[in-house]
């Protein structure tokens, strides 16, 4: 088995929020040819690679989040990858005014938007018996809230008309209810739930709506504020039927494959991209403890 881990050949991939080095094209280059897309949370992370693989299959982007100096030194990085164009605006999706302006000008500056992703997200571990309602209640607004409020404008100012994809970055924290994550698990349920509703109410005007849920993903800020550093979380790998964590490159391909004509029957799916991890890893609450304490905490 572990012959045949080494022999398959995986994406490339960096664990900073820097570009690729190079790249090898799975999907045509032109996939996205001259399609633009919005992509909330794109500064960093999984969200920026992301950016980087629709821009290398020929499609513009808009980066959006609240840290704009972050934005800005982004999109210079994936333009220079790329060639391009990928516009840094600051938005807030718990503020539907700050959205409502990225969108008008984004369609100033590009005349058109094919594809939204829905990628914004918080998370951290803790308790529920230690989670402030305040905590609980951010959480829900950025990923669930953020996620609706994004998408009913991009639905109204443009797909209602004109049709277009919307991929929602999920988890599967839900799926067996993991210790520490009662905030962001209830958080992407609701998410996934609303990736089905959206799906059906909105199919009749052209508009696809999917969702991927990642496992443990290197190279993020989630992977290292969830536990997913060091030796310990390391031999966690063990219990995952791919023996490994998956990368940013990965989960891109993912989303492009759902934001692309290659997925052009699909609609109100979830796609799982873990390695298996959740039919099998430990949900063990005194071990998950052991990665979290009070100094930890992100909920005030």
Excluded at 8 to 21: K, R
Aim: proline share 3%.
């Amino acid at each position: 088995m572990a012959e045949l881990r080494k022999r398959e050949e995986l994406p490339e991939d960096v664990s900073s929020d820097d570009c690729l080095a190079s790249y090898s094209h799975i999907y045509s280059p032109d996939l996205l040819k001259d399609q633009v897309a919005f992509i909330t949370g794109g500064g960093s992370g999984i969200g920026l690679r992301i950016a980087e693989i629709f821009m290398r299959h020929g499609c513009d982007t808009v980066i959006a989040s609240r840290n704009l100096d972050k934005l800005k030194e982004a999109a210079v990085k994936l333009s220079a990858a790329s060639g391009r164009r990928c516009l840094p605006l600051r938005i807030d999706v718990r503020q539907p005014e700050s959205i409502i302006a990225a969108v008008d000008e984004t369609l100033k500056e590009f005349g058109r938007l094919d594809v939204l992703i829905n990628n914004a997200a918080g998370n951290f571990l803790c308790p529920a018996s230690a989670l402030s309602f305040n905590a609980f209640k951010t959480v829900m607004e950025i990923d669930t809230m953020g996620t609706f409020n994004t998408s009913k404008v991009v639905y109204e100012k443009w797909f209602k008309d004109h049709g277009g994809n919307i991929v929602n970055i999920s988890a599967t924290l839900a799926y067996r209810g993991q210790a520490l994550q009662v905030h962001a698990g209830s958080a992407k349920a609701a998410n996934d739930a609303m990736t089905k509703h959206l799906a059906v109410e909105w199919g009749p005007s052209g508009v696809r709506v999917n969702a991927v849920a990642p496992g443990p993903i290197s190279g993020t800020e989630g992977f290292r504020r969830l536990g997913g550093s060091g030796a310990e979380a390391a031999g966690s790998f063990q219990s995952i039927p791919l023996q490994r964590a998956g990368n940013k490159t990965e989960m891109a391909h993912c989303t492009l494959f759902l934001a692309s004509r290659a997925s052009s029957y699909m609609t109100g799916a979830v796609l799982v991209a873990d390695g298996g991890a959740w039919l099998t890893s430990a949900n063990d609450i005194s071990a998950l403890l052991g990665y979290w304490s009070p100094e930890k905490r992100k909920d005030k």
